[in-house]
């Protein structure tokens, strides 16, 4: 499937490789609208950005993120405080 009329600045980068990947419509959907609303110029830019953080910062785990999108939206509601820099690094060398 192509990218709904996205011009991918880097398909001629000799160090990027063509990979195919299989998802479903739905998975799709939710890719197209989140790199649309993020600002990425392509679902590849998105892509190769997601599998960055994913191979990069393995210890980000799908709970620690759910915690911290919790955490912000309660701050956000008034209902918590802000966190500091150093209470936030202290929750990712727990594992948090």
Same mark, same amino acid.
Request: glycine fraction near 6%; charge should be negative.
């Given at each position: 499937?192509?990218?709904?009329?996205?011009?991918?600045?880097?398909?001629?980068?000799?160090?990027?490789?063509?990979?195919?990947?299989?998802?479903?419509?739905?998975?799709?959907? &939710?890719?197209? /609208?989140?790199? *649309?609303? +993020?600002?990425?110029?392509?679902?590849? $830019?998105?892509?190769?950005?997601? !599998?960055? @953080?994913?191979?990069?910062?393995?210890?980000?785990?799908?709970?620690?993120?759910?915690?911290?999108?919790? &955490?912000?939206? /309660?701050?956000? *509601?008034? +209902?918590?405080?802000?966190?500091?820099? $150093?209470?936030?690094?202290?929750? !990712?060398? @727990?594992?948090?």
């Amino acid at each position: 499937m192509s990218e709904a009329g996205t011009n991918d600045v880097d398909s001629d980068d000799p160090e990027t490789t063509t990979i195919n990947v299989r998802v479903t419509e739905r998975q799709l959907e &939710e890719i197209d /609208a989140v790199w *649309k609303e +993020e600002g990425y110029t392509s679902r590849s $830019e998105f892509l190769r950005h997601a !599998i960055r @953080d994913a191979t990069e910062h393995p210890g980000a785990s799908r709970g620690m993120l759910v915690s911290i999108a919790a &955490e912000e939206y /309660a701050m956000r *509601k008034g +209902e918590h405080d802000s966190v500091s820099r $150093e209470d936030v690094l202290e929750m !990712i060398d @727990d594992g948090e």
